[in-house]
């Protein structure tokens, strides 16, 4: 039982390029999110989603894009990085009841 | 907009001393709240989760009260030790929404 699996655990980026970070679990958990989170910030939630095939947008989505095609995968797709995505992003599932499950993170930097 | 307040950035405390955490909402009417803790470089970890009619719950040294009059979750770590030493989040949350929302957390340390 692995938990929440996120990778890469680091990436430089140069802006203007995309890529995604992976995130997957094992707990056969409903709900997902993805959080950023940033140095007197705190976490702030991008996109959520409660099963396979929904989602929805959080507090920050703008240039973030996510798809949940299985119970277990949850992929957050950068369109086109800036300078301003640069941050720690964390992975998260539960289940009914329970708290969040946190993945161990992916450190992002955009040069 | 719904509001999240954790006292103070940074808390220390004696070690065997009861540290008190704040967690104030405004704007809200969550029907649950969670705590985490996060230690540097790592990912929250979930600690417990206290319903608006549990008024308190407790895990080992751990304490959480909730009262939804004064919109106010504490969190109590009894017989503190150095290890405890971490930042802990709230989050108040509603069945059935998913947007959860943080607060910034309060940086508690332990001295020997």
């Known amino acids: 039982n692995a938990g929440v699996t996120q990778t890469p655990k680091f990436q430089v980026l140069k802006t203007g390029q995309s890529m995604t970070l992976q995130c997957a679990q094992d707990m056969n958990h409903e709900y997902m999110s993805w959080y950023r989170q940033d140095p007197g910030m705190g976490l702030r939630l991008i996109h959520y989603s409660v099963g396979a095939g929904i989602t929805d947008q959080g507090e920050v989505p703008n240039g973030y894009n996510v798809s949940r095609s299985t119970t277990e995968d949850f992929p957050l797709r950068l369109l086109s990085a800036a300078p301003s995505q640069t941050s720690v992003y964390f992975c998260?599932?539960?289940?009914?009841?329970?708290?969040?499950?946190f993945g161990s993170g992916t450190r992002l930097t955009v040069v | 907009s719904q509001k999240i307040e954790q006292n103070s950035e940074a808390l220390n405390i004696q070690e065997g001393k009861t540290a008190t955490l704040t967690c104030n909402y405004t704007n809200y009417s969550p029907a649950y709240l969670q705590w985490y803790r996060q230690d540097p470089g790592r990912g929250p970890v979930f600690l417990l989760l206290i319903r608006e009619n549990e008024k308190e719950k407790r895990k080992e040294r751990l304490k959480v009260t909730f009262d939804t009059t004064l919109k106010q979750s504490l969190f109590h770590i009894t017989a503190s030790q150095p290890a405890d030493s971490a930042t802990y989040l709230c989050a108040p949350a509603r069945f059935g929404n998913e947007k959860l929302t943080f607060g910034t957390g309060t940086r508690l340390t332990i001295i020997p």
């Open positions: 998260a599932s539960r289940t009914g009841g329970d708290g969040y499950t």
